[in-house]
């Protein structure tokens, strides 16, 4: 029974992996953001079981991709005024995370998952310009 959940476990992270590998930079971000709001969500449902372990995992998952992964992603030279207010949020948020589990509070995780679908919603609303399909065959 163990080499099947072995076996399915690396199943999800190969899909994982693929889907990472395949995504373009804009992508990454809102894969990021995805997970982070996952994580989050995740916390607050191990906070209400009472089952720590899990909600600190979650919660170090959620402070790890909004403190290192989308904190990381900012290009703060570029990216002005809008940047660093991101950069602030981020911080923001990762605090609020370690306070939410030292407190045990879901209205902060509540917070944090409604700050994170804000940014996500604009994030997704965010095309960015595609090379026309003459361009690209020109480079082939």
Known sequence: MEHMKRAANAYKTAQVDAAVLGASPHELVGMLLSKAIESTKEAKVHM?????????????????????????????????????NLNDLYEYMARQLLKAHAENNTDILDEVVSLLGNIKEGWDGIKPEQPAQTEIQTQL
């Open 48 to 84: 209400l079981n009472g089952d720590i372990s899990a909600k600190g995992q979650a919660i170090k998952l959620g402070t790890a991709i909004i403190a290192d992964g989308l904190r990381s992603s900012l290009n703060m030279e570029e990216g002005g005024e809008i940047a660093t």
